[in-house]
């Protein structure tokens, strides 16, 4: 484990030298730490590069996450959110059965404003010195065009193959998925006729599944940051536009956070008047025993990392046969995850976050089982 804040200077590179931060007192005994195997803290002071990388695990293969860059107002929350989405990609491949860790890395930066060439190649040449430990990915203020530069400088990148360029909206459709599971297992329906459902975020997730909810007989309740975003969405599905505020309060069948997490909390939950929660946001849940809190009000939660795995799928499935068909086609396996795990939920009496969670912790234990035998 490898966590630390300031005080030495290391070179990592054979042109770089890396201020790697050092010595975090509190560090192991943060909420949000979960036994993670590596956190990197660097700073390349030539291009103003401020990163956090955060391994979660390796068992089952190397840590495949995105790269957010966002200005955040303070390291500790930078940390939190690398902590806390690097933890949530071990779950979405664990949970998928497919041959990859979870690790997610940040960079303390304004995208709009401080993003440069030479910040980005700094910031391959980071991923590059783990040695494969890490795998890249475009995230929230990064690109696939940002990827490629980071590209020249390691050979560890999503975002390689000509699929990948063409982009598809495969975490929209891995929430379609399994909200079909959920909608046919909460309502006893074949699709989304009649249902209302409110979508909070319209961005690379929430706009796409709009559409394939309205297509599929769904009223829609939108809301977003962005104006513009909701006009389009009342324009183009009938939608309609309400406040940030109020998206949790609206008498609904369904709601679907597609933006931030931590959106559901003591303070929204008992706003909520719906029976269903699936969505592509990471992290929905505030804390752990919101969980619990949604149960007690009678409210389906569809894991959050079950439903927002398509992305994870889509990079592993580029690598077998990258045609946009083949892709959708493996991230649907969702669905079925998904039914699985709300039928053994309603089986045992836990919630499905529970199962979920169990699934992914035996086959996290079974791979640490291996390697030992090995």
Sequence with gaps: MLACRASFTQRLLTNDVWRVLCGVPDM???????????????????????AIIALHSTRLGPAFGGCRMWPYEDDERALTDALRLSRGMTYKAAICELPYGGGKSVIMADPAKQKTPQLLAAMGRLVESLGGRYIIADDVGTTLADIAVMR?????????????????AVTAYGVLMS??????????????SGLRISVQGLGNVGMPLCQSLREGGAELIVADI?????????????????????????????????????????QSIPRLR????????????????????LADRGILFVPDYLASAGGVIDFYQEMID???????????????????????AKNSGRTALQVADRMVQQRLRAASTDEIRG
């Excluded at 999503?158 to 063409?166: C, D, E, L, S, W």
């Excluded at 719906?274 to 809190?293: E, F, P, S, T």
Aim: with cysteine; aromatic share 8%; hydrophobic share 40%.
């Design 322 to 344: 990258d045609r946009p068909e083949a892709i959708l086609q493996s991230v649907e396996r969702i669905r079925s995850i998904t039914r699985l795990v709300l039928e053994s």
């Design 274 to 293: 719906v029976k269903l929660i699936c969505g592509g946001a990471n992290n929905q849940l505030y804390a752990a025993h919101h969980d619990r809190d």
């Design 28 to 50: 192991f005994g943060k909420l949000d730490y979960d036994g993670h195997e590596r956190v990197v803290f660097a700073h390349d002071e030539a291009t103003g590069l401020k």
């Design 152 to 168: 020249k400088q390691t050979r560890y990148t999503a975002g390689a193959t000509n699929a990948a360029q063409a982009r598809l």
């Design 226 to 266: 962005n104006d513009r975003r909701v006009a389009e969405a009342k324009q183009r599905f009938a939608a309609k536009g309400v406040a940030i505020e109020d998206i949790y309060s609206q008498d609904a069948d369904i709601f679907a956070p597609c933006a931030l997490g931590a959106v559901l909390n003591d």
């Design 179 to 192: 909200m079909q599971a959920a909608v046919a297992h909460r309502f006893g329906k074949a699709d989304f």
